[in-house]
């Protein structure tokens, strides 16, 4: 047996897998080795006793997640999984190539993560290229959980923010300025913190101060993030994404995207059953070329 995993810095999705079946699923909170050494990670995996009644019996893991783009840092994942699952081969990998391979079909794409954080790639099925970096939530994660959770903290004490909306996030949210300080200076997890607030903007979705926080912020994203590849602006590919913020706001994300004259492709919001998909896929290709 196998589990694909696919974490974002808030929590991470793992797909227990028989050949091309899931038999089981879980969840779990993100692994994200900017944010975790590696006996924190086990720490957490040893609390799981579910987890556990697999640990002797998985041969693979493929584990995809947010800040994994360093072998050094990968390390601190793939250590802590060998340790807990101390019979499987473990492969460490980013975020960013299993939204590209469970986004992909056949065709090259622009494929973009908007969740917690945010990034961007090209990929035509064999080339992962990534024309900017990530700057992660201080410099950049534009469109992003945290990027929108910092804006509306900003106005809410700036007092920009409307005022029956600053009434009802001010029933929801802890807002006196100590206490926000303290979370997001002192805390080594302040994205994960600010995309908590990411909710409020769900359930005001149809606010015009939210659509236009949400659709500039999307324009801000596809700004740096996709007009960057000259195959996008050309239209020649089409531009999918994978994550909640896309998910749940996606037509003002269709609105950027023509703004931008891009071409819209998928927008979902969990990439776990496409990674299925993806290694059913090449799993059976490896057996035939050995045929």
């Keep these: 047996m196998r589990f694909i995993v696919d ?12 050949d091309s079946e899931i038999v089981a699923s879980f969840q779990t909170i993100g692994f994200n080795p900017y944010f975790m050494n590696s ?18 019996h998985i041969s693979e893991i493929y584990f995809y997640g947010a800040g994994c783009s360093d072998p050094q840092l990968n390390q601190k994942i ?25 986004l992909y079909e056949s065709k ?81 997890v302040a994205n994960v913190h600010l995309a908590s607030y990411f909710p409020f903007a769900i359930k005001h979705r149809s606010h015009p101060y939210i659509i236009e926080m949400v659709e500039s912020g999307f324009d801000f994203f596809l700004e740096n993030h996709v ?14 994404f994978i994550g909640s913020i896309g998910h749940f ?9 023509e703004k931008k004259g891009l071409k819209p492709g998928k927008i979902i919001q969990k990439p776990i059953e496409g990674l299925v998909a993806h290694h059913t896929k090449t799993n059976k290709n490896a057996i035939q070329n050995q045929i």
């Design 249 to 257: 706001f996606k037509p003002l994300l269709l609105t950027s995207l």
């Design 39 to 56: 006996d924190e990670v086990l720490s957490y995996l040893n609390q799981r006793q579910d987890l556990h009644e697999y640990a002797q």
């Design 78 to 102: 793939s250590s802590a999984l060998s340790r807990f699952f101390s019979k499987a081969q473990v492969r460490v990998d980013h975020d960013l190539t299993a939204a590209a391979f469970a």
């Design 227 to 240: 007009m960057c590849y000259p195959q996008a602006a050309s239209r020649h590919f089409e531009v999918s």
């Design 108 to 188: 090259p794409i622009i494929a973009c993560i908007l969740g917690t954080g945010s990034n961007s790639c090209y990929y035509d099925g064999q080339i992962l290229q990534e024309v900017v970096p990530a700057l992660g939530y201080i410099l950049g994660d534009e469109g992003s959980g945290s990027y929108f959770g910092k804006t509306l903290i900003r106005d809410h004490q700036y007092r920009r923010m409307p005022t029956e909306l600053s009434i009802d996030f001010e029933m929801e949210y802890e807002t006196r300025w100590n206490e926000i300080v303290k979370k997001v200076y002192q805390s080594s």
């Design 7 to 18: 974490s974002g810095s808030t929590k991470a999705d793992w797909a227990l897998c028989r």
